[in-house]
Structures are given as structure tokens and as C-alpha cells.
Nanobody, 126 residues
């Protein structure tokens, strides 16, 4: 039974930084996709960043490119999202996601690629 647990959210001023963590338990590398998504109440969930583990290729939404960095620590079964130069529009609930089925690099920023989701961690930028 795979579980994803996010942490590291909080409140920060514009221009500040946060690092989110997503620890996976019971996770078997039967898939190659891990991603971060965010959602604001009343709006659709949007992709933030993803990693295709087979090649290590990283993918970013245009709105966060150059400010956010996704990385992984296999020894700790943890994926990180380093967020710098935060702005109020980055406010939202951030979710970690993984796919237990085969996935494709072309669909890494598509939420339907993922079937395992964490409960989220709130990020508030003021």
C-alpha cells in the first residue's frame, strides 16, 4: 500500500523560499513518474513540476520555471520541491503524486497520469 506524505508548507512573504518534501512509503518503482501539483479553492488543479525517473528529466510549468526545482533522494524515498522567489500567486495546497502504472514523459504535467496522491501541504505567500 503506497502512501505519499507531504510536508514543509507554511506562510512566507513574497520573495521568500520554502522546500516541500514528499516521503513515499510502500512505494515500488514500478512506475517512472513523480509530480507536484497545486490547487486553489475554486480553481482547477495545476501541474507545477514533475520528474521522469527513468531518464531523470525534469518538467516544469511555465509559471514556475526558473524559480522552482524538483529533485529526489532515492535513499530516503523522498521527492522535494524547492520554491524560490515565491509570489502571492503561488499560494495554494500543494500535492505530491505518483503513478503506479506505466507513464509517458509527454503526459507528466497531466494530472490524469497519476493515481496516487498525498493529502497536501498548504503554502501561503503574502
Amino acid at each position: 500500500h503506497v502512501q505519499l506524505v507531504e510536508s514543509g508548507g507554511g506562510s512566507v512573504q513574497s520573495g521568500g523560499s520554502l522546500r516541500l518534501s514528499c516521503e513515499a512509503s510502500g512505494y515500488r518503482r514500478s512506475s517512472n513518474c513523480l509530480g507536484w501539483f497545486r490547487q486553489v479553492p475554486g480553481k482547477e488543479r495545476e501541474a507545477v513540476a514533475a520528474i521522469y525517473l527513468h531518464s531523470g528529466t525534469l518538467y516544469y510549468a511555465g509559471s514556475v520555471k526558473g524559480r522552482f526545482t524538483i529533485s529526489q533522494d532515492n535513499a530516503k524515498n523522498t521527492v522535494y520541491l524547492q520554491m524560490n522567489s515565491l509570489a502571492p500567486e503561488d499560494t495554494g495546497m500543494y500535492y505530491c503524486a505518483a503513478s503506479s502504472t506505466r507513464c509517458w514523459p509527454s503526459a507528466l504535467l497531466d494530472g490524469t497520469t497519476y493515481n496516487i496522491w498525498g493529502r497536501g501541504t498548504q503554502v501561503t505567500v503574502s
